[in-house]
Nanobody, 115 residues
Framework: QVQLVESGGDLVQPGGSLRLSCVHS????????MAWYRQAPGKQREFVAG???????NYTDSVKGRFTISRDNVKNTLYLQMSNLSPEDTAVYYC?????????WGRGTQVTVSS
């Protein structure tokens, strides 16, 4: 069973930066489509960024130009570099790994943007 473990969430001031990490428990992270989602209090979970097998990336409009998704195939780790954070980015951030017949989620890491 694949396990995904997120880390890097923290309390940060508006305008600040954070880097989230998601460690995939098996080798071959590049064989999965990987993505970050987030869920703010009282809201539905939403897609944030995706990194697909073959390399294409995709971002929700609200984070374009501020967030960058990347992957280290040697460390089996997915990253989300976040900059120019705003209070609207406050949420629990979840990592997802999926491919045909398989869909795994991490337990999330809390990001709070507040002064």
């Amino acid at each position: 069973q694949v396990q995904l473990v997120e880390s890097g969430g923290d309390l940060v001031q508006p305008g600040g930066s954070l880097r989230l990490s998601c460690v995939h428990s098996e080798t071959g992270i590049y064989t999965y489509n990987m993505a970050w989602y987030r869920q703010a209090p009282g809201k539905q979970r939403e897609f944030v960024a995706g990194l697909f097998t073959g390399g294409p990336t995709n971002y929700t409009d609200s984070v374009k130009g501020r967030f960058t998704i990347s992957r280290d195939n040697v460390k089996n780790t997915l990253y989300l570099q976040m900059s120019n954070l705003s209070p609207e980015d406050t949420a629990v951030y979840y990592c997802r790994a999926y491919r045909a017949g398989w869909d795994y989620w991490g337990r999330g890491t809390q990001v709070t943007v507040s002064s």
